[in-house]
């Protein structure tokens, strides 16, 4: 069965800190991936996806960056944090090739930038 | 774009039906997605419908699609504590890659 970790689950750092979030799925190859960001009490805003390795798309313009240096991990970047990244982070993967392209999801990182 | 609505806040009694409720703007959509999402945890997958449907039931769960409308709601019979969280609505079409997702509806339930 497929699964999916994220790490750290909680994280402080100071504003103009680097920042770095990985995501892991294990028991599926070429899955498609994304970042999402949760601000409190708010919808999900997706940060970036990707279809494959080296292969990022991103949905908004902002502080962070996404690569993917293997097929299965994921990992999001900051160089300098701002007070505004502080948020909960969600990593999440579907199957490319097969309807009806429901996302699974991590158990997030929540990130308190001070 | 597309726009998918929610209601904020729901609260119910503890053996009572809830109804949640989402609107969406795509014309497009194909699957339509209900999650839950529990304090301080990811999303769960909790059921999908297909767009060509217009009923889903899965033990206490029953999703109702108006297509024409394009008005999707969860009603969750039997309402438990443990149903307590954020619900949120989503629908994908094809050809996009992710997901669009409501902001989520905080169900409260009473005992």
């Known amino acids: 069965s497929q699964t999916i970790h994220q790490w750290p689950a909680t994280l402080v750092q100071p504003v103009g800190s680097p920042l770095s979030l990985e995501c892991t799925v294990e028991?599926?190859?070429?899955?498609?991936l994304y970042w999402y960001r949760q601000a409190a009490g708010r919808g999900l805003q997706l940060l970036f996806y990707?279809?494959?390795?080296?292969?990022i798309s991103s949905e908004v313009p902002q502080n962070l960056s996404a690569s993917r240096p293997q097929d299965r991990q994921f990992i999001l970047s900051s160089k300098k944090l701002l007070l505004s990244d502080s948020g909960f982070y969600l990593c999440?993967?579907?199957?490319?090739?097969?309807?009806?392209?429901?996302?699974?999801f991590g158990p997030g990182t929540r990130l308190t930038v001070t | 774009g597309e726009d998918v609505e929610q209601s904020l806040f729901l609260s119910v009694r503890e053996g009572d039906s809830s109804v949640i409720n989402c609107t969406y703007t795509?014309?497009?959509?194909?699957?339509l997605y209900w999650y839950k999402q529990e304090p301080g945890a990811g999303l769960q997958l909790l059921t999908y419908?297909?767009?060509?449907?217009d009923m889903k039931q899965d033990q206490r769960l029953t999703v109702l699609l108006n297509k024409k409308d394009k008005h999707l709601s969860l009603r969750i019979a039997d309402t438990q504590t443990g149903d307590s969280a954020i619900y949120f609505c989503?629908?994908?079409?094809?050809?996009?890659?992710?997901?669009?997702f409501g902001s989520g509806t905080r169900l409260q339930v009473q005992p």
């Open positions: 999440a993967w579907s199957s490319p090739a097969r309807a009806p392209y429901e996302q699974y």
């Open positions: 028991g599926t190859s070429n899955p498609n």
């Open positions: 990707s279809v494959g390795i080296g292969q």
């Open positions: 795509d014309s497009s959509s194909t699957y």
């Open positions: 419908i297909f767009s060509n449907m």
């Open positions: 989503a629908e994908s079409s094809a050809g996009r890659r992710a997901l669009t």
